[in-house]
């Protein structure tokens, strides 16, 4: 059975002033691929924290273009660049993956922020990046990616929740969403699902969801254990015990905390 495990390296939100918590990312560990999900503001920097080498990481998805799950992309993209010439590190091909407008949206962003484009790092790097829009089911060696829109503010501002599948093993990230009834079918029989909790039931702000909503979804879906992040400071007193409207685990989410799938 291919083996997966979770490394959260940020649990939090936009906000700064959260002690211990970048904004919300993670990455997927399968045994042929390691899948950085969002890539928000100073997460790169917890990366060499976990247990990934960074050449190792070769896909990436964002789930939209708020800063806090895009904002370290160019970073990551630079240091692959740069690691490549000054120091000959075997970088491996990397393959970007968002949502609709998100390849033109990073070609923009390397033409702009770095000395060079697209075509110019695929010419003059030892590896290949691939830039996507999700507009389809991808299928890798291993697992598939699949995804569906949110509801996280306008229509012309999309957000995915992602669903990367085995044969025997399903993880859901809900990206930034509020709750809605087809995440539950989306979600159905996940082995874990790891939700956007940024506010807890008494605070509940539109385009995300609250613990509540979380539990009524993992449950509805049948998911084993459910992860709550993406925690703003008010979500910091959530407490995950004696929950009564979920049977499954949920665990709340801590930066550098790694889950077995
Ligand atoms: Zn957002
Ligand atoms: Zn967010």
Do not use: W
Request: hydrophobic share 35%; net charge negative; proline share 4%.
């Amino acid at each position: 059975m291919i083996s997966m495990r979770l490394h959260v390296l940020g649990s939090g939100s936009c906000i700064f002033n959260q002690k211990d918590r970048l904004p919300a990312s993670y990455i997927l560990e399968t045994d042929q691929h390691n899948i950085l999900i969002d890539t928000g503001t100073g997460i790169t920097q917890n990366i060499p924290e976990s247990e990934i080498a960074v050449e190792d990481i070769d896909v990436v998805i964002n789930t939209h273009r708020h800063p806090d799950h895009v904002s370290d992309l160019i970073p990551f993209i630079q240091n692959k660049v740069v690691e490549s010439i000054y120091y000959s590190r075997n970088e491996g091909d990397l393959s970007i993956y968002g949502p609709e407008g998100h390849g033109r949206y990073v070609k923009n962003r390397i033409e702009s922020e770095m000395d060079d484009s697209l075509e110019g790092i695929n010419k003059n790097f030892p590896f290949n990046l691939e830039v996507r829009d999700l507009t389809e089911e991808i299928s890798l060696a291993d697992l598939n990616i699949g995804f569906c829109e949110t509801e996280h503010g306008s229509d012309d501002f999309p957000c995915l929740a992602i669903k990367i599948e085995t044969e025997s093993q399903k993880v859901v990230f809900t990206g930034d969403t509020d709750y809605f009834e087809s995440l539950i079918d989306f979600s159905k029989g996940a082995d874990m699902v790891v939700a956007d909790c940024s506010m807890p039931d008494e605070k509940k702000v539109e385009g995300h969801m609250t613990p509540s909503e979380c539990f009524e979804l993992a449950e509805s879906s049948n998911t084993e254990t459910l992860v709550l992040s993406h925690l703003y400071p008010e979500a910091e007193d959530i407490s995950v015990k004696n929950v009564d409207s979920f049977s499954g685990n949920v665990v709340k989410a801590k930066d550098l905390i790694d889950i077995s799938i």
